[in-house]
């Protein structure tokens, strides 16, 4: 497991004990007296949509006001900040298991169309109250996508041509087998 990993599963943990307290008063009002403390920490890691999603319920669980988090200065822009963690881990995600895939600059269109969508998702969950107007920068590199477009076309032929290559080699070593076959099988009959 690599550094990164191990950090995403200590935020899941974390999320899931601040949302699971169950029968634990002193630990829930430990928690409650630190909470923003808890959160912010949290927060400087988060790159899970769901978890980033929760945070306004964390809030009321423990009897913060959110509202008056998001329009503290800090606050604001410790949310923005999650949500900028979010979709660039997501564009990361992304990238990841389709840049092999790509074959068409529509397709790139579509992979940011996603991230557009989870950023309006994330601004209108974690800023309910306030129209954010804010530019995340997330957007495609193009001379990156047309490198891929370009070399995911060339492997993708290449591999249907050795595909092709590799059929006929098949097909002539099954008829060399079948007219060897054949040959013995008239070696016996003649013999017999």
């Given at each position: 497991?690599?550094?990164?990993?191990?950090?995403?599963?200590?935020?899941?943990?974390?999320?899931?004990?601040?949302?699971?307290?169950?029968?634990?008063?002193?630990?829930?009002?430990?928690?409650?007296?630190?909470?923003?403390?808890?959160?912010?920490?949290?927060?400087?890691s988060?790159?899970?949509?769901?978890?980033a999603?929760?945070?306004?319920?964390?809030?009321?669980?423990?009897?913060?006001?959110?509202?008056?988090?998001?329009?503290?200065?800090?606050?604001?822009?410790k949310?923005?900040?999650?949500?900028?963690?979010?979709?660039?881990?997501?564009?990361?995600?992304?990238k990841?298991?389709?840049?092999?895939?790509?074959?068409?600059?529509?397709?790139?269109?579509?992979?940011?169309?996603?991230?557009?969508?989870?950023?309006?998702?994330?601004?209108?969950?974690?800023?309910?109250?306030?129209?954010?107007?804010?530019?995340?920068?997330?957007?495609?590199?193009?001379?990156?996508?047309?490198?891929?477009?370009?070399?995911?076309?060339?492997?993708?032929?290449?591999?249907?041509?050795?595909?092709?290559?590799?059929?006929?080699?098949?097909?002539?070593?099954?008829?060399?087998?079948?007219?060897?076959?054949?040959?013995?099988?008239?070696l016996?009959?003649?013999?017999?």
């Amino acid at each position: 497991m690599n550094l990164e990993q191990g950090f995403k599963n200590i935020v899941q943990e974390i999320n899931s004990i601040l949302n699971n307290i169950g029968d634990s008063p002193l630990t829930f009002e430990y928690i409650k007296d630190h909470f923003i403390e808890f959160i912010e920490k949290m927060m400087t890691s988060i790159d899970d949509i769901g978890i980033a999603k929760n945070i306004p319920e964390l809030f009321k669980k423990y009897n913060y006001d959110y509202d008056s988090y998001c329009d503290s200065d800090e606050g604001f822009q410790k949310i923005l900040n999650v949500i900028e963690k979010v979709l660039i881990s997501n564009e990361d995600e992304l990238k990841y298991y389709r840049e092999n895939d790509v074959t068409e600059i529509e397709e790139v269109k579509d992979i940011y169309y996603e991230l557009n969508e989870i950023e309006n998702d994330l601004k209108s969950q974690l800023f309910p109250n306030n129209d954010l107007n804010y530019n995340f920068g997330i957007e495609a590199d193009d001379e990156y996508w047309k490198y891929r477009i370009i070399e995911n076309k060339e492997r993708i032929a290449f591999e249907e041509e050795q595909a092709v290559e590799d059929y006929k080699y098949y097909r002539e070593m099954e008829n060399k087998e079948k007219g060897e076959d054949r040959a013995i099988e008239d070696l016996f009959i003649k013999h017999t």
